[in-house]
């Protein structure tokens, strides 16, 4: 959200944020405090109007926020053309279906509620009321929809807008960023594999553990989670533990760094929750080919497409995950022709300006009945 709001601006719109403030007052993140108070903040984020909404409590991820009601109320007054709501976001569709704004109302729609499902049986009939008020409804892959029955019912108002990231620092790293790729190059030698993101349980790293059985190199994991002290269990029950380099939470330049020095990014996640995967869109513009699953009616696989990004594997298969990895070390130009393939589709694909310009696009035909040039209308798969 903040990028497409940023890149939005750059292109000429006045465009405001609305979300929760998950800081107190003393600017801790209280996120899973339920019983946590925070206040309201505005501020400007590079042109855009921040407004950080204060809350009193949150109850099973559903935030309590009085003030979001009396800023609805103020909206026709700050001169809004039209709403885009971000989903999952139970705080946010509540509002819109008890307020009912008389605006357009866009909606993009970034994955079920794959594991909460008493939350989401629950928030049904207020997804459909207010799904049935919006003019268009946004899937971050043409692919996705094909996994989710709730979205069946909304094929008639879907489109596709891919999410995009400010490519730059991939594409042209900082020296910085530079040092650190050859100083983990130098660290840890050669092969590298990757990966990056949340320790939870979609992300599928007990199969790259696994899998390390089976290739040579070592495994850089960044990120932290719940699941840390499981997976470090089992990396010692595999016997890789040696191999295996935890990083934890690491900043920007070091992130990009890391993309730059390893030899493929696996990206194992093996349920539903895992949408889209953007890391991959990170290693792509790093020219770091990607080892991903086919995890159907998603759009991991449609991100990093196989053999012309990355390569692409079975769900949940260690030894398929290893073979892929060692076909990468046994046929150096195959490396080669998908880290050049990765950097041609992110820039084709994944920039942030193009998704501002994409969404602003349908902004347009929505408030001026102007046609949509990339509109992509998902239609269901044979």
């Known amino acids: 959200m903040q990028t497409l709001a940023r890149a939005q601006a750059e292109l000429g719109a006045e465009v405001s944020v609305v979300c929760v403030n998950h800081e107190d007052r003393r600017g801790d993140d209280v996120t899973w405090d339920p019983l946590a108070a925070t206040p309201t903040v505005k501020t400007r984020d590079e042109g855009v109007l921040l407004v950080r909404l204060g809350r009193r409590a949150s109850l099973a991820r559903f935030d309590v926020c009085p003030d979001l009601v009396a800023w609805m109320d103020q ?5 809004i053309d039209l709403f885009h709501l971000h989903v999952p976001n139970p705080t946010m569709l509540l509002a819109l279906a008890v307020k009912r704004p008389r605006l357009p109302l866009v909606i993009s729609y970034h994955s079920d509620i794959v594991r909460q499902r008493f939350l989401a049986h629950a928030f049904r009939p207020i997804e459909r009321l207010v799904f049935a008020r919006a003019a268009r409804i946004l899937s971050d892959s043409p692919t996705y929809a094909e996994g989710s ?4 019912s909304y094929l008639h108002k879907l489109a596709v807008l891919p999410m995009g990231i400010d490519l ?5 790293p ?6 650190i790729a050859r100083g983990l190059q130098r660290e840890h030698g050669s092969p590298l594999w990757l990966a990056v993101g949340r320790l939870v349980y979609y992300k599928g790293l007990p199969n790259a553990i696994q899998a390390l059985r089976f290739v040579s190199g070592k495994l850089i994991v960044i990120g932290t989670g719940p699941l840390e002290e499981e997976l470090r269990h089992l990396s010692r029950q595999c016997g890789v533990e040696n191999r295996i380099v935890w990083l934890g939470y690491r900043s920007f330049e ?3 760094g890391a993309y730059h020095a390893a030899t493929a990014l696996w990206f194992p996640s093996n349920a539903r929750s895992e949408g889209f995967g953007l890391v991959q869109v990170e290693a792509m513009a790093s020219g770091c080919p990607v080892i991903n699953c086919a995890l159907p009616g998603t759009g991991v696989p449609w991100v990093s497409r196989h053999e012309e990004t990355g390569l692409t594997v079975r769900v949940d298969d260690p030894g398929e995950l290893a073979r892929a990895a060692r076909r990468l070390l046994s046929e150096p130009w195959l490396r080669q022709r998908l880290a050049a393939g990765a950097r041609k589709r992110a820039r084709e694909e994944f920039d942030q300006r193009l998704m501002a310009e994409r969404s602003l696009s349908f902004y347009r035909a929505i408030l001026h009945k102007e046609p949509v040039e990339d509109a992509r209308p998902l239609r269901k798969s044979a």
């Open 168 to 172: 730059g620092p991939y594409l042209r």
């Open 149 to 152: 029955a709730f979205l069946g």
């Open 254 to 256: 070091e992130v990009v």
């Open 174 to 179: 900082s020296p910085k960023a530079l040092a």
């Open 75 to 79: 909206v026709r007054s700050e001169g």
